[in-house]
């Protein structure tokens, strides 16, 4: 047990510093902000939830004494406890039905679902700041995403806004305004995943990893991830703050299963000659011009329909039998 008192000091310290740390504007900071999550995700996965959660609640209350009780209480609920629940899930296991001495681990899959969702739900929870109705959600981004451009440009809250090479601000921020939430919401979703890796990866490293390294590119989703997406997507044809919610679960839901996509193709290519080279092709495409990342989205929605890995694996010959 000191051991993990002891562990969760030292995460929540990190955890703490690195979420304080962008306090200071400059870009750095805004970087190591995004691996906030990774000193929590490094003491759950690594040793306990218990540390993770212990490390959570500690890093909370030294914000609360250093900052304001609001910071504190931000970075709990997007920082902190999420951290601790992803990690929680990476761990959770069961003795098989088959084999009681087998442990089946949590899906990834359903972590990366889960994630996607907590991740909408966060965003959720943080806009309910501006209020409890689309207006005055959409009245309130509007005032924070004009302090950014403020601040970027170094334009005085007295004076007209005006920005380099824009003719029309305020057309930019009616532009940036519903579109917002579910890029906050997918950024969120991948840097928690992002966190998680690089989590896992360190403690394997170091031998603390209790769970077999999964096949990633072998991750399927529950059935009721698609269910939910195609209740997003209706969603979004709604006015007013169903829209808004709806438009934040498929941004994440759609990522998730852009995550889905690209494993299919990892299975697929398996085998072809320049591999490598396709797929890095690929990757930078996506990340050059983002758009791209909606057909690996189809793509994931067209491996739960149709099982194109199992298909793709049917066809291929089986393994010579080795001779003596």
Not at 75 to 97: E, N
Not at 134 to 141: P, T, Y
Not at 164 to 170: A, F, G, K, V
């Amino acid at each position: 047990m000191l051991q993990i008192v002891v562990i969760a000091l030292g995460a929540a310290a990190a955890s703490a510093l690195l979420f304080a740390s962008i306090a200071s504007g400059s870009p750095l900071s805004f970087i190591l902000a995004n691996f906030a999550q990774l000193p929590i995700l490094l003491a759950a996965v690594g040793w306990t939830h218990l540390a993770g959660l212990l490390a959570a609640l500690i890093a909370a209350a030294a914000l609360s004494f250093v900052t304001t009780g609001p910071v504190a209480l931000a970075f709990l609920l997007t920082i902190g406890l999420p951290a601790w629940w992803i990690g929680y899930l990476a761990l959770l296991g069961r003795p098989s039905d088959t084999n009681p001495d087998d442990v089946e681990w949590f899906p990834v899959g359903r972590i990366v679902v889960w994630t996607a969702i907590l991740a909408a739900l966060i965003v959720l929870v943080t806009m309910l700041r501006y209020g409890v109705d689309a207006a005055q959600i959409q009245a309130g981004l509007r005032r924070e995403l004009e302090r950014g451009l403020r601040f970027l440009a170094g334009v005085p809250a007295n004076s007209p806004l005006q920005l380099p090479s824009i003719r029309d601000p305020e057309r930019l921020l009616d532009v940036l305004v519903p579109i917002v939430p579910p890029l906050k919401a997918t950024a969120l979703t991948a840097t928690s995943l992002l966190n998680l890796w690089l989590a896992a990866l360190i403690v394997r490293v170091s031998g603390r990893l209790k769970r077999p390294w999964p096949q990633i590119t072998q991750m399927s989703f529950p059935p009721f991830a698609t269910t939910l997406l195609a209740i997003a997507v209706a969603g979004t044809f709604l006015p007013d703050l169903i829209g808004l919610v709806s438009s934040i679960f498929t941004a994440t839901l759609l990522f998730a299963y852009a995550l889905l996509g690209f494993a299919v193709v990892h299975v697929l290519t398996a085998g072809f000659a320049g591999r490598g080279f396709m797929l890095s092709g690929l990757y930078f495409i996506v990340a050059l011009f983002g758009w791209p990342i909606v057909v690996m989205s189809l793509l994931g929605l067209l491996e739960t329909i149709a099982a194109l890995r199992a298909r793709s694996a049917a066809r291929r010959p089986p393994p010579p039998t080795p001779t003596r």
